[in-house]
């Protein structure tokens, strides 16, 4: 199986729509900004991450924590 980690759901929709094979993801969360401590489990990364892009990702119709948890499953 093959994934593609793009950088916005625009583009997760615009390759959907092709007949590129694989699924796809969109990792909203830019990781040079703000914090990515190491020694903590993903749970807890995901809650300081979510905090840190809350506001940036009020486009979304959900939370930042809910769709980061979503997104991991």
């Given at each position: 199986?093959?994934?593609?980690?793009?950088?916005?759901r625009?583009?997760?929709?615009?390759?959907?729509?092709?007949?590129?094979?694989?699924?796809?993801?969109?990792?909203?969360?830019?990781?040079?900004?703000?914090?990515?401590?190491?020694?903590?489990?993903?749970?807890?990364?995901?809650?300081?991450?979510?905090?840190?892009?809350?506001?940036?990702?009020?486009?979304?119709?959900?939370?930042?924590?809910?769709?980061?948890?979503?997104?991991?499953?």
């Amino acid at each position: 199986m093959t994934l593609h980690v793009v950088n916005h759901r625009s583009v997760v929709g615009s390759l959907s729509a092709t007949d590129l094979a694989g699924d796809f993801i969109s990792w909203d969360d830019p990781l040079f900004e703000g914090a990515v401590p190491g020694g903590i489990d993903e749970r807890e990364l995901r809650r300081i991450r979510s905090s840190i892009h809350g506001e940036s990702l009020r486009d979304y119709s959900i939370d930042a924590l809910t769709y980061f948890t979503a997104r991991d499953y």
